[in-house]
């Protein structure tokens, strides 16, 4: 077995410089050591506290907050995967993008969470122009075809998300965003 070899470290506490007698010793005296135990076990304490709270909050919040988080996970994934294709109606590739909806989440919240619903678009063309919905149609059947495009605009059974569905659809996109960010 090998001996270890006293090292010069700096003490995390005082900042002395000391001979460190094993590999882990982290400070030069015992008044030190209990000055790092308190400072740890404080930290572990607010580091719990804050878990606490959170757990807290999450279980106050409402159906529109969890809807709002999911909604947020959702357009980020959609502008990270359709990065760098520009905006589907006009197909400028620079300034503020979104991820706008073909058919809005106010006229039929049942295609909220549809990937083929969503696409980038610019903040001009989603925000000004009204979605420039003429010509996002007609990229968008180029985009996803015309057997998807019939589904989008025909008919869909009304749904009302409920909380637990919401929070699944959050984590998934969560998710997806990591998958996608590791693969760029």
Same mark, same amino acid.
């Given at each position: ?15 002395? !410089? ?25 930290? =572990?304490?607010?580091? #719990? ?5 959170? *757990? ?13 988080? *999911? ?11 359709? #990065?760098? %294709? ?15 909806? $073909?058919?809005?989440? *106010?006229? @039929?919240?049942?295609? =909220?969470? !549809? ?6 678009? @610019?903040?001009? @063309? ?9 010509? $996002? ?8 075809? #015309? ?7 025909? $008919? ?5 998300? !409920?909380? !637990? #569905? ?6 998934? $996109? ?6 996608? *960010?590791?693969? %760029?």
């Amino acid at each position: 077995m090998k001996k270890y070899e006293p090292k010069i470290k700096q003490c995390k506490v005082c900042g002395n !410089d000391f001979h460190a007698m094993t590999s882990t010793q982290a400070v030069d005296s015992m008044t030190c050591a209990i000055t790092l135990a308190r400072e740890l076990n404080e930290k =572990r304490e607010k580091k #719990e506290k804050r878990r606490i709270n959170k *757990a807290a909050r999450e279980k106050i919040k409402t159906r529109t907050e969890w809807l709002r988080e *999911a909604q947020t996970a959702f357009n980020k994934f959609i502008r990270l995967r359709d #990065e760098g %294709n520009g905006c589907i109606s006009c197909g400028i590739k620079t300034g503020q993008m979104h991820a706008g909806h $073909y058919r809005t989440t *106010a006229a @039929c919240p049942e295609f =909220r969470f !549809d990937e083929a619903n969503c696409h980038l678009q @610019c903040s001009q @063309c989603n925000n000004h122009k009204s979605g420039n919905i003429v010509e $996002y149609r007609i990229n968008l059947v180029r985009k996803i075809g #015309e057997a998807e495009m019939e589904r989008i605009e025909g $008919y869909a059974k009304p749904h009302k998300w !409920d909380i !637990d #569905e919401i929070v699944a659809l959050k984590l998934l $996109y969560r998710e997806k965003i990591k998958t996608l *960010a590791i693969s %760029n």
